[in-house]
Nanobody, 123 residues
Framework: VQLQASGGGLVQAGGSLRLSCAASELTFSNYGMGWFRQALGKQREFVAAISWSGVAKYYADSVKGRFTISRDNAKNTVYLQMNSLKPEDTAVYYC?????????????????WGQGTLVTVSS
């Protein structure tokens, strides 16, 4: 199983980025998908999760209203649209696959992790 994240980069505060995570060798539509992030010197934290159908979505309070998670099961890809970025959003962002969206939200270790993509927001 591979989860390939992309789309990170350097952006000014107030700007936008769209992260993508493409899955391979995974029955993608069977899994809830999530995004997590880890800032330098901090623990990895939950950002957002989406159910296999795309109906249920959950967000960390810190990103609610600014970030949107979505998925395209035909393309085996999950996205994270990040708007109104803040310097405190600077982190390595990881995608993950779990057996349910609630397990991702509640902190159960995902079944699979992708490699990270770095997002840097300058002030």
């Amino acid at each position: 199983v591979q989860l390939q994240a992309s789309g990170g980069g350097l952006v000014q505060a107030g700007g936008s980025l769209r992260l993508s995570c493409a899955a391979s060798e995974l029955t993608f539509s069977n899994y809830g998908m999530g995004w997590f992030r880890q800032a330098l010197g901090k623990q990895r934290e939950f950002v957002a999760a989406i159910s296999w159908s795309g109906v249920a979505k959950y967000y960390a309070d810190s990103v609610k209203g600014r970030f949107t998670i979505s998925r395209d099961n035909a393309k085996n890809t999950v996205y994270l649209q990040m708007n109104s970025l803040k310097p405190e959003d600077t982190a390595v962002y990881y995608c993950a696959a779990g057996d349910s969206v609630s397990s991702l939200r509640d902190g159960t270790a995902p079944d699979y992790w992708g490699q990270g993509t770095l997002v840097t927001v300058s002030s």
